[in-house]
């Protein structure tokens, strides 16, 4: 028994290959291409685990797939391989749907190919678990409920649209050929090994940096944060005893706006690596030019996966945000080796254009 995961080297997909590794037997062959968001130091802890394999490689490489399904056998694939981050689907959307439309295809008629061969009580026990997110159902007012599994897809971003393609594509698998499908759909995740892209790591980044915290727009878009651990423990849950062909959202019950997430990171680090000028971090604060079309509002009703799979999440904001700013000021060097390179480009194209509001 093994399973396959793809995007294991990125921040959820490691965060779970070691999760699953402390929690399982069971060997993982991880399959990820290693983009600028895939980092083999986020595996390193996993060096002399014989139950681990990373494999370099594209998902939208029909004959690698074809190789490695057939050498290994997997009785489920864990699909995390995406491009992932908003604004560089802004400035290049190309990636994403290569990636995140024809990558996932791949996949599935790989997955097709292998399942329909399979003995019948190993067809019967395999999975495909697509992860996916809370942005496909596009943005919400103030007023607005949740996001349940059956609102409608609005996706707003090249990044979302292709997302929500995807989902499309696994729902069809089932309902066409039968695939033996489950699809996440997680809000933003926070904790360990986060790409310095995004808004925590970026913010935490650049304020031990000395340089500006930008604030998009006027910092009141909403997000509802999971600590990685749980998002972690939520894929076991639905991998283990999800119904096929069903969707489950993932979420933390904790909606902030982006500035008090700000706010928070300041706090946190004036209390653990104070400036030497004595001054708040707050002071770098800066209000820049906003996202075209930035979502407004995202908040998830988990009340589905609590309810049929009793799952709910286990770390607080107040406890996963201080374990987090922890763990980037410990990791200070993880953070250097993976933004050295290409990242300083990134940052000059999506930064240089937005000045302070
Ligand atoms: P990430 O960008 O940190 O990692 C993505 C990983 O996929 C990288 O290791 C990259 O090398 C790999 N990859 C990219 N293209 C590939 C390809 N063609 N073939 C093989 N590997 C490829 O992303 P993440 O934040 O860890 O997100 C993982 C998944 O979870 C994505 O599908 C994302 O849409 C979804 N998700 C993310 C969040 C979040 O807050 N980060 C929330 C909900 C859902
Ligand atoms: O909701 C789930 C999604 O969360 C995932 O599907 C995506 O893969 C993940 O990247 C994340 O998307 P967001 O766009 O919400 O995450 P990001 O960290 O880029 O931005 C969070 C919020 O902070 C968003 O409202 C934009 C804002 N922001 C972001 C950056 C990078 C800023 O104000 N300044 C910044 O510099």
Redesign the pocket.
């Given at each position: 028994m093994l399973i396959l995961v793809t995007g294991g080297a990125g921040f959820i997909g490691a965060n779970f290959v070691i999760d699953w590794l402390e929690n399982h037997d069971e060997p993982v062959i991880n399959l990820d291409k290693l983009t600028y968001a895939g980092n083999r130091d986020s595996l390193a802890s996993l060096a002399n685990n014989s139950k681990h394999q990373l494999v370099v490689g594209d998902i939208g490489d029909r004959a690698l797939l074809d190789t490695l399904l057939s050498q290994h056998r997997p009785r489920a694939i864990i699909n995390f391989a995406?491009e992932?981050?908003?604004?560089r689907s802004i400035h290049g959307p190309i990636d994403f749907i290569n990636t995140n439309i024809l990558g996932t295809f791949h996949l599935l008629e790989a997955c097709r190919s292998y399942w329909q061969a399979l003995p019948a009580a190993k067809k019967d026990t395999f999975r495909f678990l697509h992860v996916?997110?809370?942005?496909v159902y596009g943005s919400l007012e103030a007023s607005d409920a949740a996001f349940t599994e059956s609102n409608p897809f609005q996706p707003n971003?090249p990044?979302?649209a292709s997302?929500a393609a995807s989902d499309h594509l696994v729902r069809a698998w089932h309902h066409t050929y039968g695939l033996p499908v489950l699809t996440t759909n997680?809000?933003?995740?926070y904790g360990p090994l986060q790409f310095p892209?995004?808004?925590?790591p970026?913010?935490t980044a650049n304020a031990l940096a000395g340089k500006p915290l930008?604030?998009?727009?006027d910092?009141m878009?909403v997000?509802?944060w999971l600590y990685v651990g749980d998002h972690c423990s939520a894929i076991r849950r639905v991998l283990a005893d999800g119904k096929l062909g069903e969707t489950y959202n993932i979420g933390g019950w904790n909606e902030q706006p982006?500035i008090d997430?700000?706010h928070m990171i300041c706090d946190l680090l004036d209390e653990m690596r104070p400036r030497v000028d004595g001054a708040s971090y707050r002071q770098q604060i800066t209000f820049?030019k906003d996202?075209p079309g930035?979502?407004r509002r995202?908040a998830i009703d988990a009340r589905k996966i609590e309810r049929e799979l009793g799952w709910r999440p286990a770390e607080t904001f107040a406890s996963g945000i201080r374990k987090t700013i922890s763990w980037y000021l410990e990791h200070q060097e993880w953070v250097e080796r993976v933004t050295s390179g290409a990242y300083r480009q990134w940052i000059d194209t999506?930064?240089s254009e937005r000045t302070s509001a």
């Open positions: 995406a992932s981050h908003v604004d996916s997110t809370d942005e971003s990044y979302s997302k997680c809000s933003n995740n892209e995004k808004l925590i970026l913010v930008p604030i998009y727009g910092g878009n997000r509802d982006n997430i700000v820049v996202r930035h979502d995202y999506n930064y």
